[in-house]
Nanobody, 130 residues
Framework: EVQLGEFGGGSVQPGGSLTISCRFAGISFDDYAVGWFRRVPGQEIEAVSS????????YYTDALQDRFTISGDFAKGTVDLQMHGLNPGDTARYFC???????????????????????WGQGTWVTVSS
């Protein structure tokens, strides 16, 4: 059974940096994507970034790619999201998800950034405030 959990959330001042981690276990398939999404209560979930296990290809929402960096250590079962230049608009609950991939061909960016993931963690709050 796939298990996911987010770690490292907290409070940070505007302009600061924070790294949050997604840890996972119980994977029985060869290829998958691990994605980060965020949600502010009352608003729709927003894609942040995703990484593919097969080739470590990365995908970002355009508005965030200059400040956020995703990386994965799949052997250890960890995907990190480094966030820089944080502002109050980044305040949200951040979720990681895992989506199984059964195709070997490259997949389009929108596939990775759509919130149609198979497994989800409980989320971790990131609060940006002075």
């Amino acid at each position: 059974e796939v298990q996911l959990g987010e770690f490292g959330g907290g409070s940070v001042q505007p302009g600061g940096s924070l790294t949050i981690s997604c840890r996972f276990a119980g994977i029985s398939f060869d290829d998958y994507a691990v994605g980060w999404f965020r949600r502010v209560p009352g608003q729709e979930i927003e894609a942040v970034s995703s990484i593919r296990r097969r080739d470590s290809s990365t995908y970002y929402t355009d508005a965030l790619q200059d400040r956020f960096t995703i990386s994965g250590d799949f052997a250890k079962g960890t995907v990190d999201l480094q966030m820089h230049g944080l502002n109050p608009g980044d305040t949200a609950r951040y979720f990681c998800g895992m989506r199984k991939i059964t195709e070997t061909r490259p997949l389009p960016k929108f596939w990775f950034l759509a919130p149609r993931y198979d497994y989800w963690g409980q989320g971790t709050w990131v609060t940006v405030s002075s």
